[in-house]
């Protein structure tokens, strides 16, 4: 199985709403990220999670906090989201420490922020 | 001036030709390549990977990374309707580093 899933596919949510975006993969993957992407931009990383901890985040409002209950599982809240929040939201994994680390992307979710 | 510069095109090509791709950066230290494609509305797919300085085929795929000159191609023969997408440089200093720099993205339309 080399694939990253994500849940769910579209996501419409005013702002003060609370939601969470879900990411799976069971490739043995230690290292697992989330990135936003904007139309027509590459994508920008917000988080890396290596061995279940938080390696790196990118100076991300706290409005978006990440989680990490296990290898497999990563997860996005969202709080009090903005409309310029709005976009594709892009889970990727790979090996972890050690390795090439080439990064799988999942199909993403397309969260709209209203 | 950005990391990774590159050209976002658009760029279109009847089915057939040779589709050219680069990307250029400023940082010396990166010393691992990457081009992903990304169809729309989908999530980046790695294409090539390469360290050395030098050209790699895969298929229909070259890629070509001159260190000296900092500047790296893809090139893509024989090109089909379905390798339209926007096609993205990314670069990284170490091979564990988890962030990569991504250049622009170039859009490719390949008409039939």
């Known amino acids: 199985d080399t694939e990253v899933t994500q849940t769910p596919k579209h996501l419409v949510m005013g702002m003060t709403n609370k939601k969470s975006l879900k990411c799976e993969q069971h490739?043995?993957?230690?290292?697992m990220y989330w990135y936003k992407q904007k139309a027509k931009k590459p994508p920008e990383l917000m988080f890396v999670?290596?061995?279940?901890?938080?390696?790196i985040n990118e100076s991300v409002p706290s409005r978006f906090s990440p989680e990490c209950p296990n290898s497999s599982l990563l997860n996005l809240h969202l709080h009090a989201l903005q409309p310029e929040d709005s976009a594709l939201y892009l889970c990727?994994?790979?090996?972890?420490?050690?390795?090439?680390?080439?990064?799988?992307f999942g199909p993403g979710t397309r969260l709209t922020v209203l | 001036q950005k990391e990774v510069e590159q050209d976002p095109g658009p760029l279109s090509v009847p089915e057939g030709a040779i589709v050219s791709l680069n990307c250029t950066y400023s940082?010396?230290?990166?010393?691992?390549f990457m081009w992903y494609r990304q169809y729309s509305r989908k999530g980046p797919e790695l294409l090539m990977y390469?360290?050395?300085?030098g050209n790699k085929e895969d298929g229909r795929f070259t890629a070509q990374v001159d260190k000296s000159s900092k500047y790296i191609s893809l090139f893509i023969r024989d090109s089909q309707p379905s390798d339209s997408a926007t096609y993205l440089c990314a670069m990284k200093r170490l091979p564990n580093d988890y962030k990569l720099s991504f250049g622009a993205g170039t859009t490719v339309t390949v008409r039939a």
């Open positions: 390469t360290y050395s300085s």
């Open positions: 999670y290596s061995y279940e901890k938080l390696s």
């Open positions: 990727a994994s790979s090996q972890g420490a050690g390795g090439w680390n080439e990064q799988f």
């Open positions: 940082n010396s230290a990166f010393q691992y």
């Open positions: 490739m043995g993957h230690r290292a």
